[in-house]
């Protein structure tokens, strides 16, 4: 199956795993495949494997990873071996978004504001190699704004999971209904 048959599913609904997107000529390709108007799309998996060369650029891996903006209503996103440099700007409109999973995104430097979500309830990120640090802006606070904190700006994250951040460091979590928060393989950590 192509990605622009996609269009012509428009009762798609739970599942869907996108794999090799690395692979794709252009935006546009994705584009037709309308995966914003698959409404009773509840769970979306994007790998960016590549088996062409020469390998995309940053600048053209985002362009993709902005072109498959999911319905608003999906609930578990996965987005894995992605090395754009920056997350696209739809993924703080899933507001019922409740399971984020960030995996092998090894060139994103900074996280998404995943504060503004209010119904992430787990988030998972593992291989984020460049990321340094956790900060306000990740919880969706403003610069220049007194911190929050994570409970009050995302009251219902039960699980924080964070695995081989190299050179990571500091967290900012001052959530206590975090009853999962995994910090793995973390080196040069600091208060």
Known sequence: MKLVDLAMLEHLQGFLCVRGIGNIEAAGEVEKAK????????????????????????????VLLEAFQPPPNLKYLQISTYNGATFPNWMVSL????CLTLFSCANCEFLPPLGRLPSLEILHMFHMDKVEEVGHEFLGVETGRKALGLATISPHVAALRLKLWWEFQSLFCSHDKVKHQVVQYCLMIQP
């Open 35 to 62: 995966l914003r108007n698959k409404q009773s799309l509840t769970d979306l998996k994007l790998n960016f494997s590549q088996d062409t060369e020469p390998h995309k650029t940053e600048h053209e891996l985002e």
């Open 95 to 98: 507001v019922n978004l409740r």
